[in-house]
């Protein structure tokens, strides 16, 4: 069987499971052969035991069986795929790849958001990151010359449609954006990995893809209308805490450095939310904003 056609059984089985919680084999059979996952064939048990650990292996998605209430199967660590993981990411991307290559008749009525060039590079840049190989790069920053440097890459990460390379570059650790590179080549050159270096650990008192010598601040932000909802759903950061609610508000705090891209996305909600704390994050975005009222200043 094509590998496609494999991934669409996993893909079915958790988003199945995870929608009605708890399916007993048989139910989960008939639900299966039902939606006609391959032709209206049965889900015997042997087959789903090794999807099952195909599952684990795969996306790290433990389904378990519940033996004292009617053997059945559940998905028993539910925020793996709920958390900014790969597998997560994966299941996810796998989940809209399936559904859409299902449904190219309505190509015309499913609308997409436009992906940034970059993603050529990516089979090149993970082979760097299994191998531990230097790249040699040539890169052009907006509104720059192009120039061409040599790098170590550290890891991946995707934030607003684009992707960015964390690399050391011999004196600093710096971040790409995979757009701006104009070549991208993997050298024979071998780098060591620091072994207390952590990725995410790195990125971890920021929001976005900005790492820069920001101070850590607690902020406070009060969300009016619709935004509290967004937040809830989507928080910004991982240390958002609602600490307050009213009829009109909800605040929410966070831990910290208000870096310019933590700045724009306070500023996307325009005024449905307010920054009450630090009051010099309020002065910075309260500039930013009579700057763009002075500039659409109408004259009368």
């Known amino acids: 069987m094509k590998p496609a056609k494999i991934f669409q059984q996993y893909i079915w089985i958790v988003n199945t499971l995870r929608q009605y919680k708890r399916l007993s084999l ?56 709920n958390d900014d993981t790969i597998e997560g990411w994966m299941l996810s991307t796998l989940t809209v790849n399936t559904v859409l290559s299902d449904s ?84 024979d050159e071998v780098f060591e990995m620091p072994e207390d270096f952590s990725p995410e650990d790195y990125y971890a008192e920021y929001y976005g893809i900005t790492a820069d010598d920001t101070p850590m601040a607690h902020v406070v932000i009060r969300a009016y209308g619709n935004v509290p909802n967004y937040l809830r759903t989507l928080p910004l950061h991982v240390s958002q805490k609602e600490i307050g609610h009213t009829d009109e508000h909800t605040d929410f705090s966070y831990n910290i450095r208000p870096s310019v891209d933590f700045v724009l996305a306070l500023m996307s909600y325009n005024d449905g939310l307010e920054v009450l704390e630090p009051k010099e994050l309020r002065q910075q975005i309260h500039n930013i904003f009579q700057a763009s009222l002075n500039r659409y200043s109408i004259d009368s």
């Not at 087959?47 to 998905?75: Q, V």
Request: proline share 2%; aromatic share 12%.
């Open 26 to 81: 048989e139910q989960l059979n008939e639900l299966w052969v039902k939606d006609q996952v391959i032709g209206g064939e049965s889900l015997n048990r042997k087959s789903f035991l090794r999807h099952k650990d195909a599952i684990l292996n795969m996306f790290g998605i433990i389904i378990e069986c519940d033996l004292e209430h009617g053997y059945k199967y559940f998905i028993s660590n539910p925020e793996v795929i």
């Open 104 to 187: 190219i008749s309505l190509r015309n009525r499913i609308l997409l958001e436009n992906v940034p060039a970059g993603e050529q590079y990516l089979q090149t840049i993970i082979l760097a990151l299994k191998t531990n190989r230097r790249l040699a790069i040539t890169y052009q920053r907006f509104g720059h010359d192009g120039y061409e440097t040599t790098l170590s890459p550290y890891a991946l990460k995707l934030f607003h449609q684009r992707w960015y390379i964390l690399a050391y570059t011999g004196r600093h650790i710096a971040t790409y954006a995979l757009d701006r590179m104009l070549s991208v080549e993997i050298t």
